[in-house]
């Protein structure tokens, strides 16, 4: 087996999945660029190659198992193994998003992208992270998502806005992702979650504080954790979040 580090990130043509594998590449991984858009693939490859990143494109969608099946094998034909998993790739489904209000459509589309599609590439490229020699899996989750946290305060005082879909598909995300570390502990793979604090991008607006180069320092960290490292938890920079 080769020495190279092999990282798949989804969504990683802008915003925190791009600093993700931005960072991950000076640490000196081989980094997959998991993109939906092939133009927006192509630019996010074309820069991160001009800051030294040793990337390469990964066209993947999510959403769809046939464009999930075809990263596996590319990655499967090319490298026979994965090390690094990070699920990035996520959508809010707009706001506002009251549940009194909410559409079935737009619940259904935020799962199937935040909650499915990390459940579908896992699985589809577990096979290759089984032949690495220490697999790591991020799952990029929210603390908006933590039960514990969106019911210490009070009414509208609660973490984050008023959310039917977004939030609680982060919650389905870390109960899913917690299942996975049962079901493979003791293998060698460990998978957490990581919130990346609120950041400026796109799916905020822009309207976050922090830069998603800082974002995407957990989501490195828990990628290069060593093999003592936990699994089945949950982090922000200031330590573990609770569920
Ligand atoms: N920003 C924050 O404050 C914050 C806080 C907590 C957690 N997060 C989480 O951090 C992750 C990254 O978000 P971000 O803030 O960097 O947002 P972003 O700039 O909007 O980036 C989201 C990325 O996901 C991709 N994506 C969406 N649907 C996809 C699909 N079906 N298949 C493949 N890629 C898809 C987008 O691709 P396109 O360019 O093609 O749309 C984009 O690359 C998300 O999971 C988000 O929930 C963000």
């Not at 220490?134 to 005082?157: D, F, K």
Request: with cysteine.
């Amino acid at each position: 087996m080769s020495e190279q580090t092999i990282a798949l990130v989804t969504g990683a043509n802008k915003g925190i999945g791009y600093e993700i594998a931005a960072g991950l590449g000076a640490l000196g991984h081989t980094v997959g660029v998991g993109a939906r858009s092939p133009e927006r693939l192509a630019e996010a490859v074309e820069k991160l190659r001009a800051e030294g990143v040793d990337a390469f494109p990964v066209p993947l969608d999510v959403t769809s198992d046939e464009s999930v099946a075809a990263a596996a094998s590319l990655l499967g034909e090319r490298f026979g193994r994965l090390d690094v998993l990070v699920n990035n790739a996520g959508v809010t489904g707009g706001v506002p998003q009251t549940p009194t209000t909410v559409t079935p459509e737009i619940v259904r589309t935020v799962v199937e992208t935040n909650v499915i599609g990390v459940i579908r590439v896992t699985n589809a490229v577990l096979p290759l992270l089984r032949r690495s020699a220490a697999p790591r899996v991020v799952n990029v989750s929210s603390t908006v998502g933590s039960l514990a946290r969106q019911s210490s305060l009070p009414g509208a005082e609660a973490v984050g806005p008023v959310s039917a879909a977004y939030a609680p598909s982060k919650t389905f995300l870390n109960a899913v992702t917690l299942q996975y570390a049962k079901e493979l502990h003791g293998t060698g793979i460990l998978i957490n979650a990581a919130c990346p604090g609120y950041c400026a991008t796109d799916l905020n607006g822009f309207s976050g504080v922090r830069t998603p180069r800082e974002g995407a320092a957990m989501a490195v960290r828990l990628a290069t954790l060593p093999d003592d490292g936990p699994s089945g938890s949950f982090f922000e920079d200031a330590g573990v979040v609770p569920w």
